[in-house]
Antibody, heavy 117, light 106 residues
Framework: EVQLVESGGGLVQPGGSLRLSCAAS????????MHWVRRATGKGLEWVST???????SYAGSVKGRFTISRENAKNSLYLQMNSLRAGDTAVYYC???????????WGQGTLVTVSS | SYDLTQPPSVSVSPGQTASITCSGD??????ACWYRQKPGQSPVVVIY???LRPSGIPERFSGSNSGNTATLTISGTQAMDEADYYC?????????FGGGTKLTVL
């Protein structure tokens, strides 16, 4: 059974940092592109970042230069290092797998990040 | 950057047909997906490649995509279909989501 489990969310002050993790199981992690998607309260889904099987990365303009996505295939883990956090980054962050037909076919349960003083 | 536009809300009576639109420049040249998200749950794909249903998604869900508009249609809408719906397309390696539509079944 495919499972994605996020961790690392919490309360952080503006300007602070946080590292999210996503533990994957039930599939060959190294063979899939992985993504982070967030949803702020009262707002819609927003794509944040992706890392391909070859380690190639891409970021949304709103987080570029502040967030860094990485993966550790030996540990079946995906990460999101978030620096210079702003109130606007407050959201539930989901890790998601892109499978066949470029579908987000599996999502984690999400981890809440709150940026507030 | 590429943008997708959805109506913020759509209301439908039980048993009737709900249509949710998604507009983007030459969207018909891309594949559109639709995701459903219920409160407290993670998103679930209900339509992919414009009009294909994953296993487990009821036949009442259908989709189309042409020109600048993709449409999700739910026939015989049920109370359990009340949720937020998002269209999504790819702009190279970037995923683009529409702003979401809250479907209310009155």
């Amino acid at each position: 059974e495919v499972q994605l489990v996020e961790s690392g969310g919490g309360l952080v002050q503006p300007g602070g940092s946080l590292r999210l993790s996503c533990a994957a199981s039930g599939f060959t992690f190294s063979s899939y592109d992985m993504h982070w998607v967030r949803r702020a309260t009262g707002k819609g889904l927003e794509w944040v970042s992706t890392i391909g099987t070859a380690g190639d990365t891409s970021y949304a303009g709103s987080v570029k230069g502040r967030f860094t996505i990485s993966r550790e295939n030996a540990k079946n883990s995906l990460y999101l290092q978030m620096n210079s956090l702003r109130a606007g980054d407050t959201a539930v962050y989901y890790c998601a797998r892109v499978g066949s037909y470029r579908i987000f076919d599996y999502w984690g349960q999400g981890t809440l990040v709150t940026v507030s003083s | 950057s590429y943008d997708l536009t959805q109506p913020p809300s759509v209301s439908v009576s039980p048993g009737q047909t709900a249509s949710i639109t998604c507009s983007g420049d030459k969207l018909g040249d891309k594949y559109a997906c639709w995701y459903r998200q219920k409160p407290g749950q993670s998103p679930v794909v209900v339509i992919y490649q414009d009009n294909l249903r994953p296993s487990g998604i009821p036949e009442r869900f259908s989709g189309s995509n042409s020109g600048n508009t993709a449409t999700l249609t739910i026939s015989g809408t049920q109370a359990m279909d009340e949720a937020d719906y998002y269209c999504q397309a790819w702009d190279s390696s970037t995923a683009v989501f529409g702003g979401g539509t809250k479907l209310t079944v009155l």
